[in-house]
């Protein structure tokens, strides 16, 4: 029964997400997988507050996986902001590094 | 807010669970007490009734549409009538008690007068009513339910519909008819609306069951007050309003269903499927395959003649699933195509197809994409990437990942660069390239199968061995590895084996 899928970062497919705001600068942070089950959530929080953010940081390090599920709503994000403001990804681990190198995704954001 | 409104949902469902468990505790003492045995029929359906509202609860509380959230609030309402109903009995009858069994008589009428008002609500929204007619109604039935509510609470200072005595026995007053004015007015307004609205003859009979069962119930067995039937028979048109929608969607879902295989069926049609394609051309042996994840996938390959001495090979992964991704890989797919027929590089045609995906792209989706042309006549095979996996290559007798230079996914960025990579195929060299499907297939343990798996798979392959073999191989390979674990991407692959320019005539 699923009636509110838990963002469990025990389970072992699952996203964890916490965003911290601090004025008009948006953290969030990421805690599991990021794939096509948990991008939804993920697009979500982002779509809540596209509007308002002037800068958004995604702070990835406890990020195992990611999808071009997953790549797909930062793509968004960073077409959200384009021209307000900008966007940061940080902190990546090596096999979330490889797939942003792979998929040149590397090029299009500012990686910290 | 979506959460809060799930949590409702939870509560509900707690609610009417709770309901029954209590209803079945106070069930024992119906069959050992003298005096409450009479009612131990009543008893006996307040507990099949709770328990069917919690099962109903439970079927309806994904549901989402039209009224949906009122037809809850139903169920909810009759299985709190259930155990108040419940408890009257009890109390009933009990000097000592009169109290609590007049506050119960009325908290249940109380009851009765809300699931009046939540099932015009519902028809409301069901039907999505309005115009003149409906303005009326919405102006009547507030007042009439004011009014109703007033005599009710009235009976606290006087006994105008109903008084309970000091042997704490429930008594109609000679009024107590006028108690069902609300009731008679809301079914009169609510079911000329219904007759009225455009809807399909089954979802008119199971609205008018709520209207109609009661009454035919009260004709046959002339309701008295705390009759456990009464609510049964209201349950009972909840029960068919569900199954109608219920059957309703069903048919929906069918027939969406059917247009998924549709689909499936017209995305598998697109990607050449005859082996051997070119039966005439003995330079080359090339294999490919496509094993979607879901129904519809956003995996591709594709391999066509650019001219006589040129083959062009394809192998492409749509960001996300599903018919969105179908859709988006179709267009990517004629666009590629047709773009290598035009003529250029691959880096060329990428940059020309990523402009155009770009301009259409709505939904921030993007495809990684690998484009070779091999010249058949010198095994010179040039490709480019478009943000798409490594290519394994065999050009000395063992496969080993070709690091060619990487431009961005296509469709993320209005404009991106993409170079070219150039390799000479001699005689008996291949190349295997494949979507995350094979490299991310995931076992139970959330381990990767990894291109250092899939390498061991390619090397494994015995010499000599077809295409078809060497796919089959990876395949065998990776569901070895993922085991139970469910197919989480797509799988595609594509390899090619140089087999040396035609000999001359």
Redesign the interface.
């Known amino acids: 029964?699923?009636?509110?899928r838990k963002n469990n970062s025990n389970t072992?497919?699952g996203l964890n997400i916490s965003v911290k705001k601090n004025g008009a600068e948006y953290t969030f942070l990421l805690n599991g997988r990021l794939?096509?089950l948990t991008s939804p959530d993920l697009d979500a929080e982002v779509k809540n507050v596209i509007d308002k953010a002037e800068r958004m940081i995604f702070d990835l390090a406890k990020l195992d996986y990611i999808?071009?599920?997953g790549?797909?709503v930062l793509?968004?994000a960073v077409?959200g902001i384009d021209g307000r403001g900008d966007m940061v990804v940080r902190n990546l681990s090596q096999a979330v590094r490889d797939v942003f190198?792979?998929?040149?995704?590397s090029?299009?954001f500012t990686i910290e | 807010m979506v959460?809060k409104l799930?949590d409702f949902?939870?509560y509900g469902l707690i609610f009417t669970i709770a309901s029954t468990a209590f209803i079945m505790l106070l069930s024992t003492p119906f069959f050992m007490e003298q005096r409450l045995q009479p009612y131990l029929f009543d008893a006996g359906v307040d507990s099949l009734g709770s328990l069917i509202c919690a099962a109903l609860f439970?079927g309806c509380?994904?549901q989402d549409g039209d009224g949906s959230r009122s037809f809850r609030i139903l169920i909810i309402m009759v299985s709190a009538c259930f155990a108040v109903n419940e408890v009257v009995r009890y109390t009933g009858g009990v000097p000592q008690s009169r109290t609590i069994f007049f506050i119960l008589c009325f908290v249940s009428k109380l009851i009765d007068l809300a699931m009046i008002l939540v099932f015009y609500l519902y028809v409301r929204a069901v039907l999505g009513f309005d115009g003149k007619y409906t303005k009326i109604a919405d102006i009547i039935i507030p007042i009439v339910l004011a009014i109703q509510t007033l005599i009710l609470l009235s009976n606290i200072f006087f006994p105008v519909t109903f008084s309970v005595n000091s042997d704490g026995v429930y008594q109609d007053t000679e009024i107590f008819m006028i108690e069902q004015v609300f009731l008679a007015v809301t079914a009169v307004l609510t079911t000329i609306k219904v007759i009225m609205v455009r809807i399909s003859i089954n979802q008119k009979a199971a609205i008018l069951t709520f209207i109609f069962l009661p009454i035919i119930e009260y004709i046959l067995l002339g309701a008295t007050f705390g009759e456990g039937s009464q609510y049964g028979i209201v349950l009972m048109s909840l029960v068919i309003m569900y199954c109608v929608i219920f059957n309703d969607r069903s048919r929906k879902l069918a027939a969406t269903q059917t247009e998924l295989n549709m689909a499936t069926e017209i995305q598998t049609s697109m990607l050449p499927s005859i082996f051997p394609p070119f039966p005439n051309r003995s330079e080359f042996d090339i294999y490919a395959s496509m094993d979607p994840a879901k129904e519809v996938g956003g995996d591709f390959y594709d391999f066509f003649m650019i001219d006589d001495d040129h083959l062009g090979m394809v192998i492409a992964?749509?960001?996300?699933?599903g018919v969105p991704a179908a859709l988006f890989m179709m267009s990517s797919k004629i666009l590629i195509n047709d773009h290598a027929i035009i003529g250029g590089t691959p880096a060329e045609i990428l940059e020309r197809v990523n402009k155009l995906v770009y301009e259409n792209n709505d939904a921030?989706?993007?495809v990684?994409v690998w484009l070779g042309i091999l010249e058949i006549s010198t095994g010179k095979l040039t490709s480019a990437s478009?943000?798409?996996?490594?290519p394994m290559i065999n050009t000395n007798g063992k496969y080993e990942i070709l690091k060619d230079v990487?431009?961005?996914?296509i469709g993320?960025?209005p404009i991106?660069k993409y170079r070219n990579t150039e390799v000479t195929l001699k005689k008996g060299d291949s190349i295997f390239v494949y979507t995350?499907g094979v490299a991310?297939a995931t076992d139970a343990e959330?381990q990767l199968f990894g291109t250092d798996r899939t390498l061991e798979a390619l090397n494994a392959v015995p010499e000599g061995s077809s295409q078809k073999e060497v796919l089959r191989c990876v395949r065998v390979a990776v569901d070895a590895f993922v085991k139970e674990a469910p197919q989480?991407?797509d799988l595609t692959m594509l390899g090619l084996k140089y087999k040396g320019p035609a000999a001359e005539e």
């Open positions: 029964m699923a009636l509110r072992a497919s794939d096509t999808s071009s599920a790549l797909r793509l968004g077409q190198d792979l998929t040149g995704f090029l299009m | 959460k799930k949902r939870l439970y509380m994904n992964d749509v960001s996300g699933k921030n989706m993007f990684t478009a943000g798409h996996e490594y990487h431009g961005l996914a993320a960025m991106s995350d991310e959330n989480f991407d």
